[in-house]
């Protein structure tokens, strides 16, 4: 168990619909990093969230949006999805937000557009 | 931009044998870190191993080694005396010290460790 935990496990939606997925780093952690692992894509960076701030966006379409909250847990809110959305998204937390830090992952968000 | 190429997609080894995964990356840049993490069928990411470019040593943790080769751009992973628990799909992965601080993954090797 890496302290990140996600909700839900598990969301079966509709093409067109909007979801969000939730993410709750570890402890004392100040980073939160989301990433989209699809079977033609890989595992793809979308975007890194330091304190509140963006810090790096990545491969994110314009439909995806995230946020840090004060109490430092993000979301990943994903908007008209389509069928090539469907994909396993993670976070992971860091303590700060640099190289030299682990990355710990949640157990990730399976995502089916139906 | 920076690429991570695994060229094994898949690979098998009897259990308690020594097997070696390839990674080569591309970069300009003089200092990043290179990751290898494991991804078992339960689909948690677990990191296994971390290599600092600036560092000439190669990282070991337990049964798991790298052989880092800046020149050529070549990280490989050697885990020894393999076991079953083992059995996962491997992904190297290179992440830059500027603050453009996103983590870029090869496309993985599925290693399957046989009983």
């Known amino acids: 168990d890496s302290g990140v935990t996600q909700t839900p496990k598990h969301l079966i939606t509709a093409t067109g619909q909007r979801v969000t997925l939730r993410c709750s780093p570890r402890?004392?952690?100040?980073?939160v990093y989301w990433y989209q692992q699809s079977l033609d894509q890989g595992l793809q960076f979308l975007i890194h969230y330091y304190n509140g701030e963006e810090r790096a966006k990545g491969n994110i379409l314009e439909r995806f949006s995230a946020q840090q909250f004060p109490d430092l847990h993000s979301e990943l809110n994903l908007s008209s999805l389509e069928l090539g959305d469907s994909a396993l998204y993670f976070c992971?937390?860091?303590?700060?937000?640099?190289?030299?830090?682990?990355?710990?992952f949640g157990p990730g968000t399976r995502l089916t557009v139906l | 931009a920076q690429t991570v190429t695994q060229s094994q997609p898949e690979m098998s080894v009897q259990e308690a044998e020594t097997v070696t995964l390839s990674c080569t990356y591309d970069t300009s840049e003089s200092n990043y870190y290179l990751f290898w993490y494991k991804q078992p069928p339960s689909r948690q990411m677990i990191l296994v191993i971390r290599?600092?470019?600036?560092?000439?040593q190669n990282a070991t943790e337990n049964r798991f080694s790298v052989n880092f080769q800046k020149a050529a751009k070549s990280f490989s992973l050697k885990i020894s005396d393999s076991q079953l628990g083992d059995t996962a799909m491997y992904f190297c992965a290179f992440m830059s010290r500027n603050r453009d601080d996103k983590i870029i993954f090869g496309k993985g090797t599925r290693l399957h460790i046989l009983p």
């Open positions: 402890s004392g952690d100040l980073s």
């Open positions: 290599q600092e470019a600036y560092k000439q």
């Open positions: 992971a937390s860091s303590v700060g937000g640099g190289a030299s830090d682990t990355q710990y």
